[in-house]
């Protein structure tokens, strides 16, 4: 059981153009996911909060009008990276969790953005 | 600033020896603690978690949590070449709550 999915895991764009990342639980029901940035030899940085019917939580120095999320369901939560450029490229990661944590969250297979 | 610290390694074991990583975290409210293994290029996967202080065994990994100490730790015995990747701790004041990373600690297991 819980089973993250998301896509695409690989996505290569032109620089100006918005790409959208879809997370979705499979097999439970997650009133809040997570949004992870990763760079290369670098440690997981959490970007938002993305809460079920409400807007979406993000860390000090994320930009939330360039990383938009929606979770417009308790199945699906979208991270759309607007007017990309070249240093947005990294591994974006979701996760999230059937119960409140306790037994800890489980990660989407990841999204590895290049823009070009 | 709630902080979660681990060693960054690399940490070299020879293949069958136990590996032993360590975790201190700053926040004493803190609740629950994970132990993840990221894989190079992958994302992290779910190895332990612990709340309770001691130790909790799962195959050839054991999480002991001591908060008084505010350490959390994981040993893997008998390890193996494919258990070579990044450990990464994770803790977090519960109920849903965003988890506080450590940057993780490489570890390589050689044949």
């Known amino acids: 059981g819980a089973v993250v999915s998301q896509h695409p895991s690989r996505v290569i764009c032109k620089s100006g153009t918005s790409v959208k990342i879809e997370c979705r639980s499979l097999?439970?029901?997650?009133?809040?996911m997570f949004w992870y940035r990763q760079f290369p030899k670098q440690s997981l940085m959490l970007m938002a909060t993305?809460?079920?019917?409400?807007?979406?939580?993000?860390e000090q120095g994320v930009e939330k009008d360039k990383f938009l999320i929606n979770h417009a369901s308790l199945t699906l939560s979208t991270l759309t990276v607007t007017s990309a450029h070249p240093e947005d490229s990294s591994f974006y990661i979701c996760?999230?969790?059937?119960?409140?944590?306790?037994?800890?969250?489980?990660f989407g297979s990841g999204t590895r953005l290049t823009v070009v | 600033q709630k902080e979660v610290e681990q060693n960054s390694g690399p940490l070299s074991v020879p293949e069958g020896a136990i590996a032993s990583l360590n975790c201190t975290y700053s926040?004493?409210?803190?609740?629950?603690f994970f132990w993840y293994r990221q894989y190079s290029g992958k994302s992290p996967e779910l190895i332990m978690f612990?709340?309770s202080n001691g130790d909790k065994e799962d195959g050839r990994f054991t999480a002991q949590l001591n908060k008084a100490s505010q350490y959390v730790s994981l040993l893997i015995r008998d390890s193996q070449p494919s258990d070579s990747a990044t450990y990464l701790c994770?803790?977090?004041?519960?109920?849903?709550?965003?988890?506080?990373w450590g940057l993780g600690t490489s570890l390589a297991v050689n044949p």
């Open positions: 612990i709340y």
């Open positions: 994770a803790v977090s004041a519960g109920n849903n709550r965003k988890l506080i």
């Open positions: 993305s809460n079920e019917g409400s807007k979406a939580t993000y």
């Open positions: 097999d439970f029901q997650a009133t809040t």
């Open positions: 996760s999230a969790t059937p119960g409140q944590g306790l037994y800890g969250y489980t």
């Open positions: 926040d004493r409210g803190s609740q629950s």
